[in-house]
């Protein structure tokens, strides 16, 4: 197994070995418990290069900060290549220590263009280091929604929609990504979008329809109701989600900032959009900037139909949501009536 892992150990001292160690013992158990060893070939990188490639972790490198680690832009000095480093915090809690491995056994399942790419990884360092493709653009929620006019967004959607989809029908038993917001959606030198961070993801396990955790584990504002009622989820929570992220980008704002007037000044940008669809006061909800965009016929007609689909996404009952393939279907006609 260690072999088709393309691991070889280098010495480079005892910390860096005894880490190396502990970490091949703690990715083979989940790659076996999760997958049963099938995955895709990874390359193994050492702490240096890694260092170089980032100029020693260059803060002004850094695409994207989470609670558990930092995702930099780097260089593959010897190849040229551009990539992205997702580096744990020192001093890992457990939790970090999860997220960590989680990280590797997901991202190496994938084979989708919208789910980025695991190239490598260091085991020397207190957590694995991870070693992606390049995205070149950052995260989406960096990213300047001002320049994304209607037909942009909706191709996001229709990606990220893809990626999530794959998900649940890609695999013998459907994964639960859990968070699916506009900070894990990154995007390439071409504008494509890419799915990030599976910390929090888990494959549904044989002959459940459901997971139980003790703790609810995830982004406000983007867990579904019954997740918070029961503390069970599956992937109709993926939907929920997805329908928040569908918020984000229908409105260019963090859906948990408060926006309204008068007695809508208590109501976060998801509440205060769906009640809006409700009382047909969508045109009050979505992005001022695409009242310029005139690069199409019937734009309040894809306005209103992108409304609709985000609401059923957030309905309260998991059976009233759509799949997320059907998502995906709708969304894909939307894209290719606007292009």
């Known amino acids: ?3 088709s892992l393309n691991i070889k150990r280098k010495s480079s001292g005892e910390a860096a070995d005894s880490n190396m160690v502990r970490n091949e013992k703690l990715l083979l158990q989940k790659l076996i418990a999760t997958f049963n060893g099938k995955r895709n070939p990874i390359r193994a990188f050492s702490a240096k290069d890694l260092k170089k ?4 972790y260059d803060l002004h490198k850094v695409i994207q900060s989470d609670t558990s680690y930092r995702l930099f832009e780097g260089t593959l000095v010897d190849q040229d290549r551009p990539i ?15 997220y960590c491995f989680n990280n590797i056994v997901f991202s190496s399942q994938m084979k989708h263009k919208n789910i980025l790419k695991l190239i490598g990884c260091c085991l020397e360092t207190e957590l694995p280091t991870l070693v992606f493709e390049s995205v070149k653009y950052g995260t989406l929620r960096g990213f300047s929604f001002a320049s994304l006019l209607i037909a ?11 990626a999530v989809a794959y998900l649940h029908v890609g695999f013998d038993r459907p994964i639960v990504f859990r968070c699916i917001k506009a900070s894990n959606v990154l995007l390439d030198e071409n504008y494509s979008a890419k799915l990030h961070d599976f910390s929090l993801s888990v494959s549904i396990p044989e002959g459940e329809t459901h997971v139980r955790e003790e703790f609810i584990k995830g982004a406000y504002g983007f867990i579904a109701p019954e997740y918070f009622a029961t503390s069970s989820f599956n992937e109709m929570c993926d939907v929920y989600s997805f329908g928040a992220f569908l918020c984000e980008l229908l409105t260019g704002c963090n859906v948990l900032e408060f926006k309204g ?10 509440e205060y959009a769906k009640k809006s669809i409700e009382n047909n006061r969508f045109g009050a909800i979505v992005d001022p900037i695409f009242d310029e965009d005139n690069s199409f016929p019937g734009k309040e007609e ?21 799949l997320m393939v059907d998502v995906a279907k709708q969304l894909r006609q939307m894209y290719l009536s606007v292009v």
């Open 1 to 3: 197994m260690l072999s």
């Open 261 to 270: 007037n008068g007695n809508d000044d208590d109501l976060t940008v998801l």
């Open 84 to 98: 992205s480093v997702m580096k744990f915090h020192d001093n890992s809690t457990l939790d970090d220590v999860e």
């Open 152 to 162: 942009p967004r909706i191709k996001i959607a229709m990606e990220i929609a893809n």
């Open 53 to 56: 490639a980032t100029n020693n």
């Open 302 to 322: 894809k306005l209103q139909s992108l409304g609709q689909l985000m609401y059923k996404c957030l309905s309260k009952s998991p059976e009233h949501r759509p």
